[in-house]
């Protein structure tokens, strides 16, 4: 039996067709402005969010890290989400990057509002930090999978644009969120000042991260790439592969939320379970019984054929993927149904 890898979205390896479009790419040194594939790639993603400009980056960190270097100064305060990834996954590095401190807030499942963030906004006083920027998720990773619909960014977007705050959209999973709200990436640029979007989650490119915004923070913003060691020669091969991903793999993403919701309807009948937070893409987060804890829990479906991970003690997560068959889910239901702890 093979196993059935729930631990995330990035475990995926290349199709035999995206391997193939990898191989044809056309490339060049792309530090020299010569790649045409990842110029293809960035352009394709700017004109899809109706962004000015993009820049491919080797992972979501960098595009991320770059984005809130961009926006901010020294002594700047970014705000976010207590669970943001650009706060607690990125190595701390806002501090290290662009010495600017955190103003963190506690979302509902990690989604902001106006509400919420007008206060947190420090006035004009040279004791404070100056808040420069608001940095959202979508879709929240901690908050399982949680999307913003573009409703309840737009007066989020109002807010910053009266403040003068400028607005980072995290989007490693966005297309998770288009797909499950159907609001339009093409609406998406009107509101954010930078969207960073992963090809390496859900859509199953090997690697690569894109960072769209204006004309001139893109070229402010390659600059930092270099300075951070993300200038890449003959990038095309990936990009070849973020192309082939977004023709073909967007769509489907509808299958993997499908996936999570029949694990997290199985998660709500298991006998081991205490609760399941609603399911809205390809994220399922369950709470263990009080009497058993994550740990136990993730190793007893380890030697089942299920790999997962947990995220606290008493939490475990499960994400589905384009590796994740019908045929593994229904395997993994008639696992998660028969277990007795
Ligand atoms: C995965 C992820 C990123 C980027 O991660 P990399 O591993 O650096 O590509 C950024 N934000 C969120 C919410 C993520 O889940």
Same mark, same amino acid.
């Not at 989650?201 to 600059?223: D, E, M, N």
């Given at each position: 039996?093979?196993? /059935? ?8 390896? @290349? ?23 990842? #110029?293809?790639? =960035? ?5 899809? %969010? ?17 984005? /809130?270097?961009? %926006? ?17 996954? =990125?190595?701390?590095?806002?501090? *290290? ?25 420090? !006035? =004009?006083?040279?004791?404070? @930090? ?17 999307? *913003? ?13 009266? #403040? ?26 009107? *509101? %954010? ?24 923070? /893109? ?7 270099? $300075?951070? +060691? ?5 990038? +095309? %091969?990936?990009? !070849?592969?973020?192309? *082939?991903?977004?023709?073909?793999? $967007? ?9 999570? &919701? ?16 609603? $399911? ?19 190793? $007893?479906?380890?030697? #089942? ?8 003690? &008493? ?27």
């Amino acid at each position: 039996m093979n196993n /059935i890898d729930f631990r995330s979205d990035t475990v995926t390896k @290349p199709t035999p067709e995206m391997l193939e479009a990898m191989m044809q790419a056309k490339v060049g040194d792309d530090v020299f402005g010569e790649d045409e594939t990842v #110029k293809a790639l =960035e352009e394709k993603l700017a004109k899809l %969010f109706q962004m000015e400009a993009a820049l491919f980056c080797p992972s979501g960190t960098m595009s991320n890290q770059i984005a /809130i270097k961009c %926006f901010t100064q020294p002594m700047d305060e970014v705000i976010c989400d207590q669970t943001a990834h650009v706060y607690r996954y =990125e190595g701390g590095g806002i501090a *290290y990057n662009s010495l600017a401190s955190v103003r963190l807030l506690y979302g509902e499942r990690g989604i902001l509002t106006p509400q919420l963030i007008e206060p947190e906004i420090n !006035a =004009e006083n040279i004791h404070y @930090p100056t808040s420069s920027l608001v940095v959202l998720e979508n879709t929240v990773n901690k908050g399982g999978g949680k999307c *913003y619909t573009l409703d309840q960014i737009a007066p989020i977007n109002e807010l910053c644009a009266e #403040k003068n705050i400028k607005l980072h959209l995290d989007g490693a999973r966005i297309f998770n969120a288009l797909v499950a709200t159907g609001d339009q990436a093409a609406d998406y640029g009107q *509101y %954010f000042d930078g969207i960073s979007v992963c090809l390496s989650k859900g859509l199953g490119a090997p690697v690569g991260s894109v960072f769209l915004s204006t004309k001139p923070i /893109i070229k402010q913003a390659t600059r930092i790439r270099k $300075v951070l +060691g993300g200038g890449m020669r003959q990038a +095309g %091969f990936l990009a !070849a592969a973020g192309i *082939y991903a977004l023709d073909h793999h $967007v769509n489907r993403l509808a299958i993997d939320h499908q996936h999570a &919701q029949a694990l997290a309807d199985a998660l709500e009948q298991a006998n081991f379970v205490k609760n399941v937070m609603p $399911v809205e893409t390809n994220i399922v987060l369950f709470d263990v019984r009080d009497d058993l804890d994550s740990a136990t829990v993730t190793s $007893v479906l380890a030697k #089942k054929g299920i790999m997962c991970n947990s995220t606290s003690n &008493q939490t475990i997560r499960f994400v589905t993927h384009l590796d994740v068959s019908s045929a593994m889910i229904d395997q993994a239901i008639e696992i998660i149904e028969t277990l007795k702890l």
